[in-house]
């Protein structure tokens, strides 16, 4: 099987459509509030893993491994018989209202690793850091 770029350029095409500023305006407040996590979102060779090393060297911050949650919820939005040609994700990301959004970031909270020891219900601001490639 040889690589095929075209459904990764497919992608970026489809996110850029539809996650634009306006998109993340109209959305502003909502999700789960909760300052646990601290997303490190970037590229290979890009320098997040050296940004993630430098917060966890903090005595409030833990680095965490990357976790599957994001790509997990990715697949549920997908729906099982994905069509390659038109996807439902990330289009339905519009459809979504604010407490899809929350009930997605409490879903998120709730996974084991998504938090440092101590840190949930904690008075102090401890943060975790997920590397996520998106």
Same mark, same amino acid.
């Given at each position: ?45 890009? +320098? %997040? =893993? ?6 966890? *060297? ?7 491994t990357? @976790? ?15 069509d ?12 979504l ?15 084991? +690793? %998504? =938090? ?6 904690? *008075? ?8 996520? @490639?998106?």
């Amino acid at each position: 099987m040889r690589f095929n770029l075209r459904p990764i350029l497919r992608n970026a095409e489809l996110q850029a459509a539809v996650c634009t500023r306006e998109f993340f305006e109209a959305r502003k407040g909502w999700g789960f509030d909760c300052a646990d996590p601290i997303f490190i979102v970037g590229l290979p060779r890009a +320098g %997040s =893993t050296l940004l993630e090393q430098i917060l966890a *060297s903090h005595s409030r911050v833990e680095g965490t491994t990357e @976790l599957p949650e994001i790509l997990r919820l990715v697949g549920e939005l997908q729906g099982r018989d994905a069509d390659p040609v038109n996807p439902r994700y990330p289009a339905v990301l519009s459809d979504l209202t604010a407490e899809d959004f929350s009930r997605f970031g409490e879903k998120y909270i709730a996974t084991p +690793g %998504s =938090t440092a020891a101590g840190c949930r219900g904690s *008075s102090t601001r401890c943060r975790t850091i997920s590397a996520t @490639l998106g």
